[in-house]
């Protein structure tokens, strides 16, 4: 890189040890009152930066990467998900991304366990009872939801986190199925004692709930269709903390309205930070503004891999969190 310090341009606050460290690393450019950035913003940015930190919020289309400088090398994305990152565009300008994996499988596991329990056993409506002030105490047929104990859980994604979402629902007594690109490894399935199903189809149409941990790409947008929502049992409860787009969200709206489903618990929608106002009114719905990853010390790990990816490129090596080049 021609420049002594790059010029890094980071489109939201960061933990304040993250940005503290990488004012004294780079030139920073920060933003400060934590805006999403606009699109002539990130235009203006992408033009500008040597390296772009940008997050989930900053949608990288074509027409933005278009406009970018050459001066442009390194996308160190703060977060896992890259989805608003056109990558076959970046790809071809020779732009290196990043993410940050690992360190919030746990946390966004944690989230995803407490969302598999909240609507079954009515977390939120009791809470929202005892707020209206209208609790009338205990009695035997008050408030009743359904065991968690011996259900079937089918992950979607049996990734990182996925994974770590089946170690968890094992301890809650959960029978762990799975759909997957890509089999496991004969001794991680035996360990989660989980058992694949090729066929997402047949899976769907055999679980209690259904959770979702596969990343939104073209291949999974609307993986959860109308269609195959149906093959769902009334009983079912659907759960997302990965991208709202992998679900056909109008068609699980049209479901739960007409109760072809037990009910749902979503931390991510197809339209951020809209939500679906019908969602809003129902009571077996659970709905988190993407808290999946929302730790303090996830997000401080999170900074921290975006800094050794930044300063690992800039020296001149490869980042360890490379999605663009890829790997192979
Ligand atoms: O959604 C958050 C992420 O992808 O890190």
New binding site residues.
Partial sequence: MAKQKPLVVVTRRLPDAIETRMMELFDCRLNMDDHAFTREELIAAVAEADVLVPT?TDRLDKGVLAQAGPQLRLIANF???VDHIDLNTAQQRGITVTN?PDV?TEDTADMTMAMILSVPRRVSEGERLIRSGKWEGWSPTHMLGHRIWGKRLGIIGMGRIGQAVARRARGFGMAIHYHNRQRLHPEIEQELEATYWESLDQMLARTDVITVHCPHTPATYHLLSARRLKLLREHAYVVNTARGEVIDESALVRMLQQGELAGAALDVFEHEPSVNPKLLEMDNVVLLP?M??ATIEGRVDMGEKVLVNIKTFVDGHKPPDRVLPNLV
């Fill in positions: 989930v977060g896992n998900g940050t919030l993407h999946g990853s």
